[in-house]
Structure formats: C-alpha cells, structure tokens
C-alpha cells in the first residue's frame, strides 16, 4: 500500500504565501483608512466664524431657523472666507478664531463620498425660505424632500457646501429643471467657495474655545466677495451655455425615473 506524502505540493505553498501576502496588505490599508478616518473625526480642528462683533462664547439655540443647514453656529477652516463673510453687510467686521476637539462628537460630512449633492439640495428645500415658484420646482423640492432629506437630529457637527447667493441660485435653476446635475454639481465647484463646518448641538458647544478675534477692513473683504461671487457667475453663465449631454440628469428625469439615495447615476 502506498503511503500518502505528507509533504505540501510547492504550487500550494506559494499559493498560500500569496493569499497570506495579499490579505496582510489589504488589512493593512484598511487600517491606515481607518485610522485616517478615526484622526479626521477627532482631531481638534480651527475654525473661524465672520460676524459684525467679537464672539468668545457661541451660544446654543441662537441663528436663524432658515439658514442652510437650519438653525447653528456657522464656521469654515479658511480664514479668508470667513473675512468675506464678516463684512457682508458692507460693514467693517471681525474674525472670530475658535478650537474644536472633534473626539467623541457624532459629525455628519455631506462631502466624503458617501452621499450625493442631492442630500444637500433636500436640506436646503427644508431649511431655506425663498425658493423660485413654478410647478416644476415645487414638485422638484417635494421630491427631494421626500427621497433624499437626511435626519440631521443625531448629529453634533455638519460639514458640508455653504449656499450664499450665487449658489443658492444655481441650486434653484436645478429644481426649476433650468441646468442639470451635472451642471449643478461643476457649479459648486466654482469660485472656491470652501466648505462650512456647524455647531448643531449642546455637545459640540461645549468642545468649542475661544482662542482670538482680529478687525477685517470692509474696503478690502467685500470687494473679494463680490469679485468671487462675480467670477463664479460668469464661470457658470458659461457653462449653462454648453449643450447637454444625452446622459446628463435633470430633475424631471429624476422624479420620472424614481430614483432613490442609492442610485449609482447620482454620484
């Protein structure tokens, strides 16, 4: 009788070598992702606020309900951005400086990947008041309300677009069915408009410090804001000139076809 070897065939040793080498790698890079992640989340980040007075101490509850994301307090990582936003109102203003320690506070990023413009656009049909009129963009904003609305009530932080003027309207010639997604979604990126960070809840309040305030110069800040919001006008007057593409989306094409959060062609 003839004894069985005992001894593993040398293709399946370096085959299980290559198994064991390529599940090491990707566990590897899903650490390194994670931790990235984690250290994202967490880390303490600075922030800055532009307003018409100094602010040391943000105060829960306060802003107007119909602001983009409702109701918080508004700050952007870019100090420029935020001189823009200090002297809005034609008027010399400040920039408030703060510190956030991100660990532990539950933050909701509408731009990492996981979610599509569409999210945003709900947010904003729920929260802002004024809003073109016309059948197509009411059913529009019904529908985005309906399909794409986020409950934001669990979250402490907000990342995400910020809507002034210039892109609101972008926004609304959407929902009017005016330009399509993908016109929309090039539109957001024009004129650096940055992204804003919000205050949501008492939690993310509390892990909020003051650090510092300066004076911003409204001769110099709300020339560059309306030179950005003029830039980017012209940017997008541009592009909506730009036949479509037979693939590009259109909000009717997007109620007609039923599409859900879900659907590969919105993102």
């Keep these: 009788m003839l004894k069985r070897s005992k001894q593993r065939p040398e293709w399946l040793g370096k085959a299980l070598t290559v198994e ?44 107007a309900r119909n602001n983009d994301y409702g109701r918080g307090f508004y700050c952007t990582e870019e100090i420029e951005l935020a001189r823009e936003w200090a002297c809005a109102k034609q008027t010399n203003g400040y920039v408030n400086q703060y510190k956030l320690d991100f660990e532990g506070l539950r933050v909701l990023n509408l731009n990492n990947g996981k979610y599509n413009i569409l999210n945003w656009l709900a947010l904003l049909a729920a929260n802002r008041t004024y809003w073109q009129n016309g059948s197509i963009a009411e059913e529009g904003k019904r529908y985005l309300k309906e399909h794409f609305l986020l409950d934001i009530s669990d979250y402490d932080v907000i990342i995400g677009y910020r809507a002034d003027d210039s892109y609101f309207s972008f926004a609304q010639d959407f929902v009017a069915g005016v330009i399509s997604l993908q016109k929309l979604s090039e539109a957001m990126r024009l004129g650096k408009l940055g992204e804003q960070i919000v205050l949501k809840s008492p939690q993310a309040f509390e892990k909020i410090q003051y650090v510092k305030s300066e004076p911003v110069d409204m001769q110099a800040y709300y020339i560059k804001k309306i030179e950005r919001e003029r830039t980017a006008r012209k940017e997008y007057r541009m592009s909506k000139r730009q036949k479509a593409e037979l693939n590009e989306l259109f909000i009717l094409d997007i109620m007609r076809e039923g599409m859900e959060n879900d659907d590969p062609r919105l993102f």
Excluded: A, F
């Design 20 to 63: 064991i080498t390529v599940k090491k790698i990707l566990e590897t890079i899903s650490h390194k992702r994670y931790n990235k992640v984690r250290k994202g989340d967490e880390m303490e980040r600075t922030l800055y606020h532009g307003s018409q007075i100094i602010l040391e101490k943000p105060e829960y509850g306060k802003g």
